[in-house]
């Protein structure tokens, strides 16, 4: 079995002094005579309280030692397992962007030193890369959020939490972050020429995505047993959705339209995806064949060049893992 690099500590005996010792990131904590349930009931709870802080590195350190760095770390290493990392689109990797100009700028400043000057140092040095008025205010929200955590995680005073959320956010008009355009949906047209050279499969998701007003992602994961087709129009709720942690219930309803580009992908099991990348390539390599003009002694033959262990699975949905998950 390989090593944990972060085993529980185990409960030792100091001989010099006979105490019950844990030792904890390289910090010792005596807890009084050992093999003494005292001594045992102490060591549980340092136990607990650093397991619940997800076997931070930092843990145990005083507040005026912990560095932007050491936070940062630990913030990142939170919101991968919270957020998780199977997508680009996740938001584990705009923490990531997020923390990089806090360790390159404050990397080795306390934590605790960490105020309203250094938090619009970092503003102005998004407006000085060029970055639009609103990408900087995102960006800054989740510096605030970082140290909300830290604070809920009584790493550092709750003061500082505080006074970065009364910064106010850059105005439109009042600065000279660049303005952005707002993003508009694509005109009908555009997406009609589109669709005659989409593949089949792919026309058709955009299809019911444009009559049911569904999201991409919905779309991906569509399944036979997530329909209801007792009525003249379907109902679809999605086994997950963007604001299912809210608590919300989402309900897509499919009409004469979107049912007539569906009823094509039902003919599955219930529980498989509707809309397959296998199925496409299959459409694809048939259409292929069929418009073959190299004789069929010469060349490849239909199969013959298939990988043995393909990187990708066939079957998999277009949906991302993340999401998936």
Same mark, same amino acid.
């Given at each position: ?6 085993? &529980?500590?185990?409960?030792?005996? $100091? ?25 045992? *009931? ?30 940062? !770390? /630990? ?24 923390? =990089? ?10 934590? !605790? ?22 990408? #900087? ?7 605030? @959020? ?8 009584? $790493? ?7 006074? *970065? ?12 972050? @660049? ?8 005109? /009908? ?14 026309? %058709?998701? &955009? ?15 569509? @399944?036979?047993? %997530? ?13 997950? $959705? ?18 007539? &580009?569906?009823?094509?992908? *039902?003919? @599955?099991?219930?529980? /498989? ?5 296998? %199925?496409?390539?299959?459409?694809? =390599?048939?259409?292929? #064949? ?7 002694? +010469? ?17 998999? +949905?277009?949906?991302? /893992?993340?999401?998936?998950?």
């Amino acid at each position: 079995m390989p090593r944990l690099s972060q085993a &529980v500590p185990k409960y030792q005996k $100091h001989r010099a002094s006979g105490q019950a010792v844990v030792t904890i990131n390289g910090r010792d904590y005596y807890l009084g005579p050992h093999g003494t349930r005292g001594s045992k *009931l102490e060591y549980d709870r340092l136990i607990t309280e650093w397991l619940a802080s997800g076997r931070s590195a930092s843990y145990g350190a005083p507040q005026h030692d912990l560095t932007i760095v050491e936070l940062a !770390a /630990d913030y990142v290493s939170y919101a991968k397992g919270y957020y998780g990392a199977a997508s680009k689109t996740s938001e584990y990797y705009r923490v990531v962007r997020v923390v =990089r100009p806090l360790k390159d700028l404050y990397g080795r400043t306390p934590a !605790a030193e960490f105020g309203p000057q250094q938090f619009k140092a970092i503003r102005n040095r998004l407006v000085d890369e060029g970055k639009s008025r609103s990408y #900087a205010n995102e960006f800054m929200q989740r510096v605030v @959020r970082i140290f909300r955590w830290a604070a809920a995680e009584g $790493h550092i005073p709750p003061t500082i939490p505080q006074a *970065l959320a009364m910064i106010p956010g850059l105005r439109r008009g009042k600065t000279e972050a @660049r303005e952005t355009e707002p993003v508009l949906p694509v005109d /009908d047209a555009t997406v009609d020429a589109t669709l005659e050279h989409m593949p089949e499969v792919a026309a %058709d998701m &955009v299809r019911l995505q444009r009559f049911s007003g569904a999201r991409p992602a919905e779309i991906c994961i569509l @399944r036979p047993c %997530d329909l209801d087709r007792s009525g003249d129009v379907w109902t679809y709720k999605p086994q997950r $959705h963007k604001t299912q942690h809210h608590g919300r219930q989402r309900v897509i309803f499919i009409g004469p339209k979107a049912q007539a &580009v569906l009823l094509r992908y *039902l003919a @599955r099991g219930a529980e /498989d995806y509707c809309f397959r990348p296998c %199925d496409s390539m299959a459409k694809y =390599r048939a259409a292929r #064949a069929s418009a073959r003009k190299t004789p069929l002694s +010469c060349g490849n033959r239909p199969g013959t060049n298939r990988r043995s262990r393909p990187r990708k699975v066939p079957g998999e +949905c277009y949906a991302v /893992d993340a999401y998936r998950r």
